[in-house]
């Protein structure tokens, strides 16, 4: 049976999407492959549990914590990592102001102050010591700027701590600062004190429950969002975002 001009149309588009998501799933896979191949564990069991990682040309060792959320690397720290370091032509950290809410162990912050960055890293109080130690050991005469660990309890004291006036970032990172909590609203009222007109944010954001999911929705009606990367089989997409009506500026070009 000869098929008709559209029928035969039909047919070749569902053919070069089936093709495309096949491609795309295989692009996924072999990043994903690529990224997971940073992390590596100790050979033998040691007195203090940690974890290794390579980027930016050095070998990372992180020391777990005792808290349950800021005790592990998590993944979406992992590809917001990958994506700097193989994005730093474009995304250029020498001596830019960054700042990362949330670090849990430190890895972004340890990441973006070797690749040149000028670092303050701020978690909960409770996070600061393992923090502060893994951001010593892995940046001490390594960096070009020693970075600085910092309380940001989200929502809390902000003006106080990081006044407008006076504090000035060119980004904002965040890794999987979305999840199963109650300071939702309080995150959002960070990155909105945090950001200037000309900051980015980067946020590499896991998906998880569909009520902290539509945090993404009260993200966009402050701030535009581009998905620079995503990770189907991680449930993570990595965002750039900047202040509405701000994005069509290259953050290469910005006026720092
Ligand atoms: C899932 S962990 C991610 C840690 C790290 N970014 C990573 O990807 O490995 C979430 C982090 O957010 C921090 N956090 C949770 N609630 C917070 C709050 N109200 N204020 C500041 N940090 C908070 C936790 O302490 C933890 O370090």
Partial sequence: MDLTSSQHNRLHNEQKRKSERQAGEKEDEQIVTEIMRRRFFPDVITYKAWEGFHFAGHEIRITEATDCYG????????VLCYFLETN????????KNVIEIGAGTGLVSIVAS??????????????????QHNVLQN???????????????WGIDLEKKFPRASCHFDYIM???????????DELLLTFDHLCKNDTVIMW?????LDKENQFVDRFQTLFDLEVISNFPSL?????????????KVRPSKLPI
């Fill in 235 to 247: 449930n993570i997409t990595l965002y750039k975002a900047m202040r509405k009506g701000r994005m």
């Fill in 139 to 153: 940046t001490k005469l390594k960096c070009k700027h020693q970075p600085c660990v910092k309380e940001l309890s």
């Fill in 174 to 184: 965040a890794a999987d600062v979305v999840y199963h909590h109650p300071f939702l």
């Fill in 71 to 78: 005790a592990v690397v998590w993944p979406s720290a992992l």
């Fill in 88 to 95: 730093s032509k474009q995304y250029n950290l020498v001596d």
């Fill in 114 to 131: 070797l690749l040149g960055a000028l670092v303050t890293a701020t978690d909960l109080p409770e996070l600061l010591g393992n923090l």
């Fill in 204 to 208: 590499a954001m896991k998906f998880r």
